[in-house]
């Protein structure tokens, strides 16, 4: 079946770090990737998405290349805020799903001032 | 405009209350969603429709009843729910369901207390 598996935190980085959230998948056929971040109390908003092998979704600063030789997606910017605090979602949806996401687990992310 | 409208935000019921959650688009999108997500956990599927009609219904109890009225509205009826019912309900959209273009949008959430 078709699965997203990414790296547990929770993640604690100082402000102006480098982050990376890993996110792996399994999927038949060719998924479409996403990342979604969820901020304390709210929904999820759509935060960068690839739908073929070698796409780079950014958005905000934030980056993920769509990798089909590694299935990953991982996300990535350069130099994080302390407003970057919340939990980000990797997910992917495939060909025939009817548009049904399927999630990771979820990584939190603290920034410190 | 990529907003899916969620009302209402809190919502406490008894067991033995009828409440309806409701949400709105108005992006055109012809899939919609609802998910139930508990604390520290993923959004989980619930029911999916395409073009107004219902397509996937995950194994859901039978005292959670959606209905999608036309293509901008869908509801979520609730009916003699349990304590392990709460948790927070998300809407969602899409341009269509399956394909490309499939990215979701959602609604900030109902943040339901079953007491």
């Known amino acids: 079946g078709n699965s997203v598996t990414q790296m547990e935190g929770p993640v604690t980085l100082s402000e102006e770090a480098f982050l990376t959230i890993n996110c792996t998948y399994t999927?038949?056929?060719?998924?479409?990737l996403f990342w979604y971040v969820q901020y304390p109390g709210e929904g999820l908003q759509l935060l960068l998405k690839a739908t073929k092998a070698d796409d780079k979704g950014s958005n905000k600063g934030f980056e993920a290349t769509y990798r089909k030789e590694t299935t990953s997606f991982h996300l990535e910017k350069g130099s994080v805020q302390v407003s970057d605090s919340a939990v980000y979602f990797c997910?992917?949806?495939?060909?025939?799903?009817?548009?049904?996401?399927?999630f990771g687990k979820g990584t939190k992310l603290s920034v410190k001032p | 405009d990529t907003e899916v409208t969620q009302t209402p935000k809190h919502l406490v019921m008894g067991m033995t209350n009828k409440k309806s959650l409701k949400c709105e688009q108005h992006?055109?999108?012809?899939?919609m969603y609802w998910y139930k997500q508990k604390a520290k956990k993923p959004p989980e599927l619930m029911f999916v429709?395409?073009?107004?009609?219902?397509?996937i219904n995950e194994s859901v109890p039978s005292r959670f009843s959606p209905e999608c009225p036309n293509s901008s509205l869908l509801n979520l009826h609730l009916h003699a729910l349990q304590p392990e019912d709460s948790a927070l309900y998300l809407c969602a959209s899409s341009l269509r369901g399956g394909g490309e273009n499939t990215e979701a949008f959602f609604g900030q959430g109902t943040r339901l207390t079953v007491v």
């Open positions: 992006m055109g999108h012809r899939a």
């Open positions: 997910a992917l949806t495939t060909r025939g799903s009817q548009g049904n996401l399927i």
């Open positions: 999927a038949t056929g060719y998924p479409s």
């Open positions: 429709y395409s073009y107004e009609k219902l397509s």
